[in-house]
C-alpha cells in the first residue's frame, strides 16, 4: 500500500489563483512529520512546508500554508495568489518515528501550471 | 541550511560503463541519502550512506550496481555500475536535518543519460 498518496497527476490554475494540492498518507506511528517539496523544471528540490502530527495549528510559510485533517490523514498544500513561477512538480512526503532512521518517503507528485 | 554541491551535474554514458557521482556537504551531517529519479517519476532512496560503515540500501538496490562511500561527514560518493539505458536518470544526495522536524535539504541532481 502506498504511504503518500497524491491523485492529482497534474493541474492547471488561473494566476492569481489559489490552489490546494491534495496529500493523504498512511501510518500507524503516531509521531510523523509531514513535508512539501517543489521541484521546477530545473530539477532541484525545494523545501517549502513542514508539519508534525503533533502540532496544533496548520504550519504556515508565507504563501504556503498546509490544510492538515490528522483525523482523515489529510496534509494539504495551499498556495495562495499563485505565480507563474510556482509552475513546478510539488511532492508530498513523510517522516516516520523518531529513531535514528531519518529517510522520507515521497509521494508520486503533482505537475501544477500556472496559467497567465 | 547545509549547502550541498553535487557533481557532475550531468553526464552523458555509454551502456556498460560506471559513472561515480560526488557529493559535498559544507558542515559535517550524520545522515547522507541516495535518491533516484526516473523521468517523470518520484524520487525514490536508493540508500543511507553511513559514515564509518557500509551503506544501508533499500529494497531493490544492490551494492554491486550502486556501490557507495562515505569517508568523512561532509563527503559521500554514488558509483552507477555497468549502466544500462534503465539506468537514465536524475541522482540525488540528500543530508538529513538532524532533528525530527527539520527536512532534507538535496543537492541539485545529476542527470544521466545512457546511450
Known amino acids: 500500500a502506498q504511504k503518500i498518496t497524491q491523485t492529482q497527476p497534474g493541474m492547471f490554475v488561473q494566476e492569481k489563483e489559489a490552489v490546494t494540492l491534495d496529500c493523504t498518507y498512511d501510518?500507524?506511528?503516531?509521531?510523523?512529520?509531514l513535508f512539501w517539496y517543489k521541484q521546477p523544471s530545473s530539477g532541484e528540490m525545494i523545501f517549502l512546508i513542514y508539519q508534525g502530527s503533533y502540532d496544533q495549528q496548520n504550519a504556515t510559510e508565507g504563501r504556503y500554508s498546509l490544510n492538515f485533517q490528522k483525523a482523515r490523514k489529510s496534509a494539504n498544500l495551499v498556495i495562495s495568489a499563485s505565480q507563474l513561477g510556482d509552475s513546478a512538480m510539488y511532492f508530498c512526503?513523510?517522516?516516520?518515528?523518531?529513531?535514528?532512521?531519518?529517510?522520507?518517503?515521497f509521494g508520486k507528485g503533482t505537475r501544477l501550471h500556472i496559467l497567465p | 541550511s547545509a549547502v550541498i554541491s553535487q557533481k557532475p551535474s550531468r553526464d552523458i554514458c555509454q551502456r556498460g560503463t560506471s559513472l561515480t557521482i560526488q557529493c559535498q556537504v559544507d558542515?559535517?551531517?550524520?545522515?547522507m541519502f541516495w535518491y533516484r529519479q526516473q523521468p517523470g517519476q518520484s524520487l525514490t532512496l536508493i540508500a543511507t550512506?553511513?559514515?564509518?560503515?557500509?551503506?544501508?540500501?533499500e529494497s531493490g538496490f544492490v551494492i554491486d550496481k550502486f556501490p557507495i562511500s562515505r569517508p568523512n561527514l561532509t563527503f559521500s560518493t554514488l558509483t552507477v555500475s555497468n549502466m544500462s539505458p534503465e539506468d537514465s536518470s536524475i541522482y540525488l544526495c540528500s543530508v538529513g536535518g538532524g532533528e525530527f522536524n527539520q527536512p532534507q535539504h538535496f543537492g541539485d541532481g545529476t542527470r544521466l543519460s545512457i546511450l
Open positions: 512526503a513523510m517522516r516516520e518515528g523518531r529513531g535514528r532512521d531519518d529517510k522520507i518517503i
Open positions: 550512506a553511513n559514515q564509518g560503515s557500509e551503506a544501508t540500501y
Open positions: 558542515s559535517q551531517v550524520t545522515m
Open positions: 501510518t500507524s506511528d503516531p509521531s510523523y512529520g
